[in-house]
């Protein structure tokens, strides 16, 4: 297995995941880096945040960027 990192994103702001995920798979990393982007979103919701990160990108541990989420485009298409 790899070890994935998912990192927040908000212009050249970034918040680096120190531990990251070990993952079978580069499609096991986008999937995890889609679920932390509504858990993000879902929270921001929640306590009524002003802002959240941009995107969230999940980098291999070789530092290869595998998936990028970006968060406005994780709403299913009849909620956009």
């Known amino acids: ?3 994935y990192f998912l990192h927040l994103v908000d212009g050249d702001d970034v918040i ?3 531990e990251g995920s070990e993952l079978p ?3 096991a990393a986008r999937e995890q880096a889609l ?3 509504r858990e993000i979103l ?5 306590i009524g ?8 990108v999940a980098v291999s541990e070789g530092g290869n960027e595998v998936a ?3 968060m406005r485009e ?7």
């Open 42 to 46: 879902a929270e921001a919701i929640k």
């Open 25 to 27: 798979s580069i499609a």
């Open 74 to 80: 994780i709403f299913p298409p009849g909620m956009k």
């Open 16 to 18: 680096c995941d120190p």
């Open 49 to 56: 945040a002003q802002r959240v990160p941009r995107f969230v």
């Open 1 to 3: 297995m790899t070890r």
């Open 68 to 70: 990028v989420i970006d």
């Open 35 to 37: 679920l932390s982007a």
